[in-house]
């Protein structure tokens, strides 16, 4: 009998080490797309930068329109959207509603989880540098991290708006130049969160998603200075941090019913569904999300560093890397083109502004303006339907 234990207990070994092994080859496929041939040398034209930055100071010095984007936006959203918090907090009753669906859209399975996370964060009444004043009108800028922000000088520029919203791990150092110095809101879930972190604002405020599950777990842990349990980690596609490096006072946990917004009423996906491998669900990218956050917190909200244009393949995909724009053919995990879709019609209709000219991309711009005779850098909106 005890040869017969042996090969039964190996074999489960096995099993587990196969299980194991094919994880990290799926994380290793997952954490390294489009790997291979970087980007081209990429230069910007004198002419194009002054273009962009005359763009950009002609925003900053304009009239700040009170609830603009948010009006716009509410032509598309519900109007039980108009109340929507931007973030959770423990001395405001939390809707049934945000446990109808999982995460990202909602905390099915962990009620009793959040509510301990938000007793250790601030409450809605606790001073904060997102609170706004009376009469005031602030501009927000979402800074993406498309390489369509390289040799742009635009870094203070973008420290010129009142919140500067930045995504996951988009890094500043020797790139602020072109992205800036000052960070009010970082947004990130646990794989974009930085591991080494190089933001020096004094009130910056990590604002925490919840993708799955067990990031919900991280972010709990991240606040009570522990350690990510062994089997939470092996859901991570790639590292994540084993800390962040500021208290709870500093922490926001995002509403899911903002990414519900995005991705229900904005991108028009189909709410969530079960079947027996799980929750089918359409997720969007942060950079929208931020966009619909933005909205939230601001009168008028710009975005730079938005917008593929897949049509340059030797273009850099991000400011900080050496992946060409062709390593978007391997992304599976978000709809690029029906987002690309809502930019345009957001940019077009006027509701956001596009400082670095990324989403109505090059050759729309060309068509439209040899069909209209239009000046360069104004382009015709035209959509179907």
């Known amino acids: 009998m005890k040869p017969l234990k042996r090969l039964v207990a190996n074999r489960r070994v096995l099993l587990l080490c196969v299980v194991f092994s094919g994880l990290l080859v799926l994380m290793t496929i997952r954490v390294l797309p489009g790997m291979g041939s970087g980007p081209a040398d990429w230069t910007v034209s004198p002419e194009r930068k002054k273009l ?122 020797e790139f602020s130049g072109d992205v800036g110095r000052r ?30 599950g067990v990031d919900i777990s991280w972010i709990s842990a991240m606040i009570n200075k522990q350690t990510v349990s062994l089997w939470d980690w092996i859901f991570f596609w790639k590292k994540v941090p084993d800390q962040i490096p500021f208290g709870p006072d500093r922490v926001r946990l995002l509403n899911p019913l903002v990414i519900r917004e995005t991705a229900f009423h904005l991108l028009k996906y189909p709410p969530p569904t079960w079947n027996l491998f799980g929750w089918n669900k359409m997720v969007p990218t942060i950079g929208v999300t931020a966009l619909n956050l933005a909205s939230l917190l601001c009168d008028e909200v710009s975005l730079v560093g938005f917008g593929y244009d897949l049509s340059q393949k030797g273009a850099p995909l991000h400011y900080y890397d050496r992946l060409p724009m062709s390593a978007m053919a391997a992304e599976k995990s978000h709809d690029v083109n029906r987002e690309t879709e809502l930019l345009r019609r957001l940019v077009c209709a006027g509701a956001v502004t596009d400082l670095t000219g990324g989403i109505l991309d090059g050759e729309q711009r060309r068509r439209q303006q040899q069909r209209h005779g239009q000046k360069a850098g104004k382009p015709r909106c035209e959509f179907s339907s």
């Not at 603009?68 to 519900?78: A, D, E, F, G, S």
């Not at 009469?135 to 927000?140: I, N, T, V």
């Not at 080494?196 to 604002?207: C, G, K, R, S």
């Open 183 to 212: 960070t009010t809101l970082r947004m990130s879930y646990p794989e974009g969160t930085p591991v080494h972190w190089d933001d020096q604002d004094p009130n910056l405020v990590f604002v925490a998603l919840a993708y799955k």
């Open 52 to 173: 962009v930055s005359e763009r950009v100071r002609a925003v900053l010095g304009g009239q700040c329109r009170p609830s603009w984007t948010r009006q716009n936006l509410m032509t598309q959203l519900p109007g039980d959207c108009s109340a929507t918090e931007p973030f959770l907090w423990e001395d405001v009753p939390l809707p049934e509603s945000l446990f109808l669906y999982p995460a990202p859209f909602g905390m099915l399975g962990h009620r009793r989880e959040v509510e301990d996370i938000l007793k250790q964060l601030p409450n809605a009444a606790s001073s904060s540098p997102l609170q706004k004043k009376s009469g005031e009108c602030r501009r927000c800028v979402v800074v993406g991290n498309g390489g369509i922000l390289t040799g742009l000088g635009l870094g203070p520029l973008i420290d010129s708006f009142d919140i500067v919203i930045r995504l996951n791990s988009g890094p500043l150092g």
